[in-house]
């Protein structure tokens, strides 16, 4: 077929039909530009098509915000599917000339892929092609990714044809042994700053604090804002102990108006020292006090927040080899099973689907993953092999028989592209196959499992996949799924399913299950860096208790270079004064009173968001502001349709 031809026709059917009249006018002209089009007069069609993008929110039009993001996607659909090259300059030279978004995103999300810099217009130009502008990809992206177009209503589809009805033996928990525990280290969030810098600037109005390119245009600068804080240079940890560098005067530049001292701030990412020194505190912990982990858990994010501008292929790879790294030389022969989260891939955030074409790009990240996983014994050969052709997911049977499995979250992530097509079919990805094969097999066995992600289902995720994953967890719980766990909050938090639609009556009859998400290591943003162990029952693998510790940071700033001081903060089992058996583990139920007491009183809603931060000086004030007023619907939604339906109801009731 002729490209013009070709080209009409597409355009007629993704484009002037659904908008109910031929709103290209000059579609004809645009259709022998591109045919005649070779790489001498790209320029002109990039040209064309920026006009053509622009006249679609013409006044003159009259299209709502919604529909003209969506005929933007049915425009770049024709052009990618004939020329994907020319969608980054399009929409990229259409983002900056408009100023439909800052010029620094404009760049980040449309320019084509470079290893230098995170950008994402070749993703967006994959997506484009296999998706359907018009549909439900197309509303949920403009709302996801461009806020133009509400949410659409989720897909009605289920899984449950992929499962065996539930026996009545599996309707029941298992009741844990009197006090025959095991410990199990659970790891966050470590976001390593390869380029922190000491003496930048902590407190930055633009870009990432502590980095060279960090900016402060809002302060007074001239005073600086912390004269007693003292800063070593160089100091670092050399097996267990630190090595504290040279006394530097932090406060010779001007323009600085809080310099970084050497363990890090609460606006910056983590130095690498920092996260020696938590792993220290884990390993002088362990011998200190007689207790070993049989096997440990990270729940993802190793690469920094920087700007994508300025996050490389190269830093990415470094940042999540760096972490491994430290994390196996402190732990030695501990196990860590782990995930990957939304910052450990490149582009940021994105995955693509296997075999549909574009999942070879990210081919190198799970390969480089499960080499390493398995050099450092963490992952025996079948279980590497399968997390490299699986999104780095697997599933590991631990000694002791309980069955760990492994999901990488950037397949319901929001920002992925390629999460973007085909929105409305359950599982492009097929992830969730693997779980419910891997649920269904240990349920036959009556074994029982974990599974671990990074992103839990009611922020940042796709309103389907979780709506599925929670159909999942209901139909696998309580008796085969005992713990779910996830990251990427940074916060100290755990959320409730409750059964019945759309989980609203959120009774004590109505609880399912319930997940841990773990507080972080780095400090960003505004929150004491911080790890937790849990007490696990040796017959269930249900969690009797979870003990955190963290270290006060704002202590490191003034104390001569000296070791972060890491302290016992709290555990699960006695923090919140609930009066709950002390046989039974602490499961959906303990959490339920958990959240219904935040819910009744400002003073345990205050002790939540305590732990939430680790007691860092930015906690809110529940009693006097409203930073808290979401807290019950974070804790008691499992989706994001669940916590979206929660929010309305909490400002309707103003
Ligand atoms: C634009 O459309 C809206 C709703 O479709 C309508 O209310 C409004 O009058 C229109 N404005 C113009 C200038 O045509
Ligand atoms: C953004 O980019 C456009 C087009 O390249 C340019 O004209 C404009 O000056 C830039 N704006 C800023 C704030 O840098
Ligand atoms: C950071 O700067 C802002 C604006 O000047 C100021 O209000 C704030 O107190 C500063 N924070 C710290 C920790 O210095
Ligand atoms: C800035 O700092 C100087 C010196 O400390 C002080 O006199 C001045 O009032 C400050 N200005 C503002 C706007 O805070
Ligand atoms: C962190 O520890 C690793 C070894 O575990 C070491 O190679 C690295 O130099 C240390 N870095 C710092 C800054 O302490
Ligand atoms: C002082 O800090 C600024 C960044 O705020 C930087 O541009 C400048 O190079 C620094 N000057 C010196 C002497 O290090
Ligand atoms: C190791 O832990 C013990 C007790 O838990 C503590 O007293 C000691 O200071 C710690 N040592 C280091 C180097 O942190
Ligand atoms: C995409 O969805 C269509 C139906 O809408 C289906 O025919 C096709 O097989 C799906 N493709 C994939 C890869 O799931
Ligand atoms: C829990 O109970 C103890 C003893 O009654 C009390 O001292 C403590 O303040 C309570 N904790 C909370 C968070 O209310
Ligand atoms: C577990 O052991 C502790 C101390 O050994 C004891 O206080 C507690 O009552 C025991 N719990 C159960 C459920 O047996
Ligand atoms: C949690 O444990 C308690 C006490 O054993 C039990 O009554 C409750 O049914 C359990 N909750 C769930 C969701 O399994
Ligand atoms: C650190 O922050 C906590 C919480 O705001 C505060 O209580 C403590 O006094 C601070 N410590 C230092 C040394 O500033």
Known sequence: MHLKLLYCTVLSLIYGLALGSPAISDSSALADL???????????????????????????????????????LAVGKSLALLRPDLVPPVFTQWCTETQYMSNSTCLSTFSRNTVKSSYTGTNFADMLTLMDPFGYDGQLYCCYKESACSKPKTPDVSLSH??????????VAPVPSANDTFNVLHLSDFHIELDYTIGAEANCSASMCCTPHSKNTFANLTSHS?????????????????????LIDVFKNDSIWSPATTFGHYECDAPEILINSSLDSIANFSSTNNIDFEFAIFTGDAVDHDELSLTSYEVTV????????????????????SVLGNHDTFPYGELGQENHGFSNYFAWNAELMADLWEDYGWLGSDESQYARKHYTGFSVETSMGLKVISLNSNVWYKKNHYA?????????????????????ESESKDQRVWIIAHIPFSADALP????????????????????IFFGH??????????????????????????????????????????????????????????????????????????APVWEFEYSSREGYNVTWPESAPLNATYWHKVASMVNESVEYNQV?????????????????????????????????????????NVKNNK
Request: proline content about 4%; overall charge negative.
């Open 162 to 171: 992929k499962w065996p009805a539930k026996q009545t033996k599996h309707k």
């Open 608 to 648: 939540y968001e305590n732990y939430a931060k680790r007691f860092s000086p930015y906690v809110p004030d529940c009693a006097s502001t409203d930073d808290c007023a979401l807290d019950y619907c974070y804790l008691t939604s499992f989706t994001v349709d669940q916590y979206d339906s929660c929010v309305e």
């Open 489 to 562: 909050t940074h916060l100290d938090q755990f959320e409730i399913l409750y059964s019945g639609p759309g989980g609203d009556a959120k009774t004590i009859e109505n609880v399912v299950a319930s997940s841990w998400i773990s507080q972080a290591v780095t400090p960003w943003v505004e929150n004491n860096p911080s790890w937790r162990y849990y007490s696990v029952d040796k017959k269930t693998f249900s969690i009797m208790n979870a003990y955190n510790y963290y270290t006060k940071l704002n202590e490191t700033f003034t104390n001569n270079g000296s």
């Open 464 to 483: 389907l996949p979780a709506k599925l994953f929670a159909e999942v967890i209901e139909r696998f719980s309580p008796y085969t799924i005992a713990n």
């Open 226 to 246: 912390h004269k007693d804080w003292n800063s070593y240079y160089d100091s670092h940890y050399e097996g267990n102990s630190l090595v504290k560098g040279s």
């Open 34 to 72: 591109l045919e005649s089009s070779d790489k001498f007069n790209d320029h002109s069609v990039v040209q064309a098509f920026v006009e053509e993008l622009k006249a679609i929110s013409h006044s003159s039009r009259n299209i709502s915000k919604c529909d003209q993001c969506v005929a933007r």
């Open 420 to 440: 973007y097509w085909n929105a409305s079919q359950p599982d492009t990805f097929g992830q969730l196959d693997f779980l419910i094969d891997e649920l269904v």
């Open 318 to 337: 470094n940042s999540e080899e760096a972490v491994f790294r430290d994390i196996k030389n402190k732990l030695g022969d501990v196990p860590v099973y």
